[in-house]
């Protein structure tokens, strides 16, 4: 099993910036696939980034030129530098690992964008 367990979520105005980190409970040099999922108030999850483990990345359009997704698989580490936020991008922020076809979630970080 892996536990993933988010920080840096907050409140920022619209143009500003955040990075989430999302730490692992074991070594992520074996996990292929971990990414970034939010949820935005009344709404179902969505894909926010995925990369894998040669660092290959792949993102949603609404956040290309935008975000960065990265990792630091000697730290266990999955982050997320966010940029040039909008009020849209407000929502709960989930740490996602894949490791043999099964997905590990982190609980959560909520970015709150204000206009």
């Known amino acids: 099993q892996v536990q993933l367990v988010e920080s840096g979520g907050g409140l920022v105005q619209a143009g500003g910036s955040l990075r989430l980190s999302c730490v692992a409970s074991r070594n992520i040099f074996s996990i292929n696939t971990m990414g970034w999922y939010r949820q935005p108030p009344g709404k179902q999850r969505e894909l926010v980034a995925l990369?894998?483990?040669?660092?290959?990345?792949n993102y949603a359009d609404s956040v290309k030129g935008r975000f960065t997704i990265s990792r630091d698989n000697a730290k266990n580490m999955v982050y997320l530098q966010m940029s040039s936020l909008k009020p849209e991008d407000t929502g709960i922020y989930y740490c996602l690992a894949n490791k043999d076809g099964v997905n590990y979630w982190g609980k959560g970080t909520l970015v709150t964008v204000s206009s």
């Open positions: 990369i894998v483990r040669g660092g290959t990345t």
